[in-house]
């Protein structure tokens, strides 16, 4: 895969806040389904899956607002910033949709984002690898979590095989970004700070083949995608609406004013 | 869409050496996920280290109309009870 990018500012920053608004905005995907959920079996667990990603999240935004070095919080950062200023996925920021579509985002995110942490453990900056390291264990739940939820919906009804299958066929176009390595993640990547992600896409398409072949269910075919935007700061329109909901209480009663939540 | 789900008994084990207890149940479509279900509503507050979950349907209860003759009998015969025995501090929970 090319590299694309040459410069970032401040790159060291611009890769932990990644992680986090991953984190960030799927954590606040997950929570929309609180109180919606199928069963409530399943709305409890979408509040705790919502609730270790937010987790994650907050610890990152920390790490990101001392890299970066301008005084912010992570409050400042979560709330304050807008859509182009996010660095997630744009795989993260699609909506539930239905439980299959949200089912499979979570079953191609989660087996990335083990990947992900699990080489950053090692990761030569210290606070970033402790927080990985606590992180693992809980996306180590998530992707069985996905994984059980895909077989069961895969080998289910006819419905619930049409739900899951559809899920990622819609989502796969997001797939490619995952993997993308950009020039200045591979130079941290060399430093022994970040992973290059182009190197994770071997390990994390096995598994994801693995687990669909067990459900009868077809790896999506085709290529189509974009690359590099999120660092230029594109998103899908999606963004900004869930961001929306994500922000309005900081943005409407500032703390900065006095306003105590 | 959880009609024909069954339903499973979840039973915890707060720590080594203690016995399973029962908290609660859920309902699941086989006992995998049933086990998934129980660790995300039972141990959210470390609540345990160990989960059993049983299928509901497979508990054989005894009948309440039969409680006179299964547990009456025992009613008047304290001999039963060790509690004329002071027990050492040392000894634990027994």
């Not at chain 1, 929570?31 to 509040?47: C, F, Q, R, V």
């Not at chain 1, 069961?152 to 049409?162: I, V």
């Not at chain 1, 096995?206 to 189509?224: H, W, Y």
């Not at chain 1, 329109?237 to 209480?249: I, K, S, V």
Request: some cysteine.
């Amino acid at each position: 895969m090319g590299c694309i990018y040459q410069t970032e500012e401040n790159p060291h920053f611009q890769y932990v806040l990644g992680l986090a608004d991953d984190a960030l905005i799927l954590g606040q995907r997950w929570g929309e389904w609180l109180s919606k959920g199928p069963t409530l079996e399943l709305d409890i667990a979408a509040s705790n899956l919502a609730l270790d990603l937010i987790g994650q999240a907050n610890l990152l935004l920390e790490h990101a607002a001392e890299l970066e070095g301008k005084g912010h919080t992570a409050d400042d950062l979560a709330y304050l910033r807008d859509a182009h200023d996010f660095r997630n996925h744009w795989l993260v920021e699609q909506p539930n949709d239905d439980w299959g579509v949200t089912t499979a985002r979570m079953l191609v995110f989660s087996l990335y984002q083990y990947c992900r942490y699990e080489a950053l453990v090692k990761s030569s900056d210290a606070h970033l690898a402790d927080i990985v390291a606590k992180a693992l264990k809980e996306v180590s739940y998530h992707r069985r979590f996905a994984a059980e939820w895909t077989i069961r919906l895969g080998q289910g009804t006819e419905e619930s095989n049409q739900r899951i299958q559809r899920g990622f066929d819609m989502l796969w176009r997001f797939v490619p970004e995952l993997f993308e390595t950009v020039c200045w993640e591979q130079t941290l990547a060399d430093d022994g700070i970040a992973v290059a992600s182009g190197t994770l896409q071997d390990a994390w398409e096995a598994e994801v083949t693995l687990i669909l072949t067990q459900a009868n269910l077809s790896v999506p075919k085709g290529d189509a995608h974009q690359f590099g935007s999120r660092h230029d700061g594109h998103h899908t329109e999606h963004l900004g609406t869930l961001l929306c909901e994500l922000q309005f209480l900081q943005r409407s009663y500032p703390t900065a004013s006095g306003a105590v939540w | 869409m959880a009609d024909d789900w069954d339903l499973y008994e979840v039973f915890i084990r707060s720590k080594r050496g203690s016995s399973h207890k029962h908290v609660g149940s859920v309902h699941a479509v086989d006992s995998r996920l049933a086990l998934e279900s129980a660790r995300d509503l039972y141990t959210r507050r470390s609540e345990g280290e160990s989960l059993w979950v049983v299928a509901a349907k497979d508990i054989l209860a005894s009948d309440p109309l039969e409680g006179d003759a299964l547990f009456g009998p025992a009613a008047d015969k304290i001999y039963r009870h060790p509690t004329f025995y002071e027990i050492p501090d040392e000894v634990g929970k027994m």
